[in-house]
């Protein structure tokens, strides 16, 4: 008995440590002094303190005693596999979180951005390690829904609210189509589990509706064209700390699920979501670029390179191999780096500032010179420009692409790399090489924006030139 | 000592001092930065004579052919089963003479810009550039495989960005680095797809390893790259041709080559070493690289020979009319580049591989003669503050050094024996003599042109008329500016005494060199015909040059304005692709989408007042977009497909 209980709580830890934040974090609200007049003391820089480092050692917890196990009638798995995606999401919010500070020191609902945000992320976990139709659907919505609140964190802002009303329309839109095309999955093949799917397929014209049905709930998820259109509006309207972890953080979790499922429960009908994946790719490669280039807002810019972006890890996972799902986890990590860098330098030039506009940051390097190379090397590994870690995730993705032998579709990919190095480079050169009059004033960063930025700088040294790092998940790959 | 001992070293130093000079140089080694890049770079050289001097003569030779030796290789990843990417360091007769060319150019250099950056105020931040490039140049030619050299071939991209944009503050230095960065960076897409399919099909990223297989005709990757095709082509020519438009991308080679000129926006002695020794003969160094695969496949060659002499005449034209003396020497560059190209490509593999030596041999003696010509054009320009050919003249008496080491550059470069420049040319005149009369013929033509061109340069600067007075305070330049000249003169009169083909073949296996003594007449008298035209037209200044330039009015326009090639990509990048397609894109997100979303606003407008809004317009059209692509989708997979 002790030792079931002991594993259950093993198999759940990420979860349950997850749960505990979340309760020290409300407990603290509840237990908050209030001043003389009934409001609440201003005591956000304790809070942020203690979020902090409660992430800071959630994450650290993420790397002891990873066990293996099924639980709940097997629909619910731990693998090291899982263990490590959860921990690389635990890392990104964390690097979030940090960034948020600026933003969130002269915040009113500080704690409540907080139990929101955690309870994305338990909801990513619970996606993660489903290992059934349902529990995929509730953690898909828990990770929805207290985005779109998070989405209105801007309180006083109407774009942000508008912003998050279009995103709970949109996902509940998605949500119900993808409910369709579950049940009538559940009508052909009689079950749900991810184990028993495999032999249930029979490649019919109703199961590859229902397929595509997935497919579009997880490209409306990752922001993938067609189904992208909130993407734009949302991530404008949204506080920059959100728009962080809802391009990186939360389009990584659902893309760690995707290539699970894809790879493993639908690997039966492989030739037709290797089409299907390969058409998104393309579209959604040219369609980001195409209007990322012609972006002036940097916040905009980023929101369509991002979805560029996804374009790329498409290829990637069109490979249909081990090196497909291995460089797609691989570029995640590199993308969650490089993305909150540049992301960070802009939520805290925007939170101080106001200024979003790439003229903006005209002659930024003479004022913040620190701040200027991180976002260069930041956009440089968008770019895929070597030695940065964006060049080694990028190349991975072709090759892995390439190995399938679909060559007309790296080499599309290849073109849109040429299409984005430009508008990467266009703000590179504003922040380098224009003069400006005005130029944005010197920021004096905090402790913990700095730290944040210093990590992401590291990783994106780091994660390429040591290959460990691949090789580590392609062990992770290989263990399944 | 072993190689694996030290070899590392060479590389490494250039690191150490970029990572020095980089985070601490300004403020605290400021003005002795520019010797710290000395000492390492120093040192570097040293090693690297060190190196050839054993290689070539101690331990290289083995049962009479130059073994290829790996003194360190690190498996650095495992990508799948069968495909790994290794760092490491590869020796053989090619990688041992680039290095030597590329650091004792690169010290070169770097003594002389001690001088001429004087004062500057990004000083160390020039050093260490400087050092960037090296060590990411140094890393490009010992490398053991494709993967390493691609990895190399975007850092030195990078560095000779941040070069050529050094003098940031000058709008046309930016736009310049910015075009270089692009154009290159396009070829190297199709190097990367070529890369791409090299290891999926060859089975390997390992030059040797890929040389082997493909070269031998029973393995079944060479059968399947010979046998699978797309679009017509053989899989084998398209990672060939894929792989030589990146070479031809950063070797500046006709069609890619308009970012070269501009590229002189840069501080002059970075001129002298990215655009006269290193990274633009990377081109002709990847190609000698994979040369055996190269070989076997002679459409890709007839590509290589065409590239490469259409680039040596062209750009040979365009120099003769240009008045800029950088812009002269970027097209000459470019023209002498297109030589080495051709020599490539007529070249046999094994046996008839004069092209391939002569090639090489070029590479070698042109580093040399081309850098001590921009170095001497830095000088000048450094006296005269100007580029333009106008504001110079009857600079000899006082410029001495400047002037003597740049005569002897200029007829090196003419190829007027016994200089370097003569017998390396000779070699790849003979190569095209025997291979094909066609290019040869052009060869000789092109060969003149440049000995009419650089004299045209000479004598516009150091004769013509009477020295104008420049107000200069520091006369010729340092000690440190005059010794580089004098260094690489000495090299431009003994490099082409070097028996070349002893040392460089296309199979490593060392030849006898022969010279053809009655086969050099023609060319040699053409020479010096053409250096006689120039000094009758721009040894005085007289009025003919203008009149022979107004009788050929409309070619020498043509000419002064580089056959319209860059208004050519300006058209079809302003207008064919901003208006065909980005703006449409626009015009449709504009009009089409929002308009669309007005529609449906106005078409729910008596369902209710709100949606007339457009934001309520705007969820619908998103929903509507999302359906209709599930539709697409199904349509497609389901009854289509």
Redesign the interface.
């Known amino acids: 008995m002790t030792d079931q209980l002991i594993d259950f709580f093993l198999l759940m830890k990420s979860e349950l440590l997850l749960l505990a934040v979340i309760f020290i974090m409300l407990f603290m609200n509840i237990t908050a002094k209030e001043n003389a007049d009934g409001t609440p003391v201003d005591n956000n820089h304790s809070i942020l303190v203690t979020a902090n480092i409660l992430l800071l050692l959630n994450f650290l917890a993420g790397f002891f005693m990873n066990t293996s196990g099924n639980l709940f009638g097997d629909s619910f798995t731990s693998t090291e596999l899982t263990a490590f995606q959860k921990n690389i999401l635990n890392l990104g919010t964390l690097l979030v979180s940090l960034q948020s500070y600026t933003w969130l020191k002269t915040h009113k609902h500080v704690m409540e951005f907080y139990m929101l945000l955690l309870a994305t992320l338990l909801g990513m976990f619970l996606m993660i390690s489903s290992q059934h139709m349902l529990l995929f659907y509730l953690g898909l919505e828990l990770s929805t829904i207290p985005l779109a609140a998070l989405v209105n964190f801007d309180l006083e802002k109407k774009k942000s609210a508008?912003a998050a009303?279009?995103m709970i329309?949109?996902s509940a839109?998605?949500s119900a189509?993808l409910l369709f095309g579950i049940s009538l999955f559940y009508g052909t093949m009689g079950t749900l589990h991810f184990q028993e799917i495999p032999a249930a397929l029979n490649g019919s014209?109703l199961q590859?509706?229902c397929l595509?049905?997935l497919?579009?709930a997880f490209?409306?998820k990752i922001s993938a064209?067609?189904?992208h259109?909130?993407t734009a509006?949302v991530y404008e309207g949204a506080p920059v700390p959100v728009t962080s972890y809802l391009s990186v953080i939360s389009k990584g979790s659902i893309l760690f699920v995707m290539t699970t499922v894809l790879y493993n429960v639908f690997a039966g009908m492989g030739v037709?979501w290797y089409?299907?994946i390969c058409?998104l790719a393309v579209a959604t490669m040219i369609t980001g670029n195409?209007?990322a280039?012609?972006q002036q807002n940097l916040k905009r810019l980023l929101a369509f390179s991002s979805i560029a972006q996804v374009g790329f890890i498409l290829v990637g996972m069109s490979g249909q191999?081990?090196?497909g799902a291995v460089s797609v986890t691989y570029f995640i990590i590199i993308y969650i780096f490089s993305n909150l860098a540049a992301l960070g330098v802009i939520s805290v030039v925007s939170a101080l500032t106001g200024k979003e506009k790439i003229s903006d940051y005209k002659g930024f390097y003479k004022t913040n010179p620190m701040l200027s190379w991180i976002l260069a090397i930041a956009l440089?590994s968008l770019a895929g420009?070597?030695?940065t870690s964006g060049?080694f995730g990028k190349?991975?993705l072709?090759?892995a692409g390439?190995?399938n032998g679909n060559?007309t579709l790296?080499?599309i990919a290849?073109?849109n790399?040429?299409v984005s190095?430009?508008y990467y480079?266009k703000i590179v050169?504003a922040v380098?090489?224009d003069?400006n009059e005005e130029p944005i004033p010197t920021i004096n960063l905090a402790f913990f924006p700095k730290a944040g930025l210093l990590i992401c700088l590291i990783g994106i040294i780091v994660t390429g030139l040591a290959?460990g790092s691949?090789?580590y998940i392609?062990e992770l790959f290989a263990s399944l | 000592m072993n190689y694996a001992n030290y070899i590392y070293l060479i590389p490494l130093l250039p690191l150490l001092s970029f990572l020095l000079l980089g985070f601490f140089g300004r403020k605290y080694v400021g003005a002795a930065s520019g010797w710290v890049g000395v000492l390492s770079l120093g040192t570097s050289a040293l090693l690297s004579v060190y190196t050839a001097f054993r290689y070539f003569f101690v331990d290289g030779l083995m049962d009479g052919k130059y073994q290829t030796i790996i003194p360190v290789k690190i498996e650095?990843?495992?990508?799948?089963e069968t495909?790994s990417?290794d760092m490491g360091i590869l020796l053989d007769p090619v990688s041992v003479m680039m290095l030597v060319v590329v650091t004792f150019v690169s010290l070169m250099v770097h003594l002389f810009s001690i001088g001429y950056m004087k004062g500057e105020e990004r000083y160390a931040t020039y050093f260490s550039y400087l050092s960037l490039f090296t060590f990411s140049m140094l890393g490009l030619v010992l490398s053991t495989n494709i993967?390493q050299i691609?990895?190399f071939w975007?850092?030195v991209g990078?560095s000779s960005y941040l070069l050529i944009?050094y003098y940031?503050?000058k709008p046309s230095a930016?736009k310049a680095s910015?075009k270089a960065?692009?154009v290159t960076?396009?070829a190297d897409?199709g190097f990367?797809?070529g890369i791409?399919?090299l290891?999926?099909s060859g089975g390997s990223f390992d030059f040797a390893t890929l040389i082997a297989t493909l070269t031998n005709t029973q393995s079944p990757e060479l059968t399947t790259m010979i046998s699978s095709s797309?679009l017509g082509i053989t899989l084998l020519s398209w990672a060939l041709t894929l792989v030589f438009i990146g070479g031809a991308g950063k070797s500046a080679m006709f069609p890619l080559h308009i970012w070269l000129p501009d590229a002189m926006e840069g501080p002059t002695p970075v001129s002298a070493l990215i655009h006269a020794a290193t990274m633009v003969v990377a081109g002709v160094y990847l190609v000698a690289r994979m040369f055996p695969v190269f070989a076997l496949d002679p459409a890709v060659m007839q590509l290589i020979t065409i590239t490469g002499i259409t680039s040596a005449v062209l750009a040979a034209i365009i120099a003769c009319t240009q008045t800029d003396i950088k812009r002269v020497l970027a097209y000459s560059t470019m023209s002498q580049i297109g030589y080495m190209m051709f020599a490539m490509g007529i070249s046999g593999y094994a046996f008839n591989d004069t092209g391939y030596t002569g090639s090489l041999f070029h590479l070698f003696t042109h580093a040399f003669f081309k850098s001590l010509l921009f170095l001497g054009a830095g000088a000048v320009i450094h006296y005269v503050h100007s580029n333009e050919m106008k504001d110079m003249g009857g600079l000899r008496k006082t410029m001495p050094i400047t002037h003597i080491t740049f005569l002897l550059a200029c007829l090196a470069i003419a190829g007027i024996p016994p200089l370097a420049g003569f017998f390396s040319k000779e070699e790849i005149l003979l190569a095209a003599w025997e291979s094909n009369k066609t290019v040869y013929f052009m060869a000789l033509g092109t060969s003149a042109l440049t000995a009419f061109y650089m004299f045209r340069l000479y004598f516009s600067i150091f004769w013509s008329k009477e020295a104008a007075h420049h107000d200069n305070h520091h006369g010729e330049g340092t000690f440190t500016m005059k010794l580089p000249l004098l260094l690489l003169a000495g090299c431009t009169i003994g490099a082409g005494l070097i028996p070349f083909s002893n040392f460089v073949t296309s199979n490593n296996i060392p030849e006898k060199m022969e010279l053809h003594l009655l086969f050099s007449i023609a060319p040699v008298l053409l020479a010096v015909l053409a250096i006689g035209i120039a000094a009758i037209l721009y040894k005085n200044e007289n009025d003919k040059p203008d009149k022979i330039a107004s009788s050929m009015n409309a070619l020498y326009r043509t000419a002064l304005n580089k056959f319209y090639i860059d208004e050519i990509y300006l058209f079809i990048t302003k207008k064919i692709i901003f208006n065909l397609?980005?703006k449409p894109?626009?015009w449709i997100?504009r009009n089409i989408v929002d308009g669309l979303m007005n529609l449906l606003g106005n078409a729910t407008i008596i369902v209710s007042d709100e949606a007339k809004s457009v934001?309520s317009g705007?969820?619908q059209?998103?929903?509507l977009?999302?359906l209709?692509?599930?539709l697409i989708?199904?349509v497609?997979?389901?009854y289509l497909?």
């Open positions: 508008e009303m279009k329309m949109m839109f998605s189509l014209d590859l509706y595509i049905l497919i579009a490209g409306f064209v067609p189904f259109f909130w509006d037709e089409l299907i058409v195409i209007f280039v012609r191999n081990t090196e440089f420009i070597p030695p060049f190349f991975f072709l090759l390439a190995g060559y790296v080499i290849a073109l790399m040429i190095l430009y480079l050169k380098f090489m003069a290959s691949y090789n392609q | 650095w990843l495992r990508f799948s495909l990417i993967f691609y990895m975007e850092l990078v944009g940031f503050t930016v910015k960065f692009i960076r396009f897409l990367l797809i791409l399919i290891g999926f797309f397609i980005a894109a626009a997100d934001q705007k969820v059209w998103y929903a977009a999302f209709g692509g599930i989708l199904t497609a997979f389901i497909y």
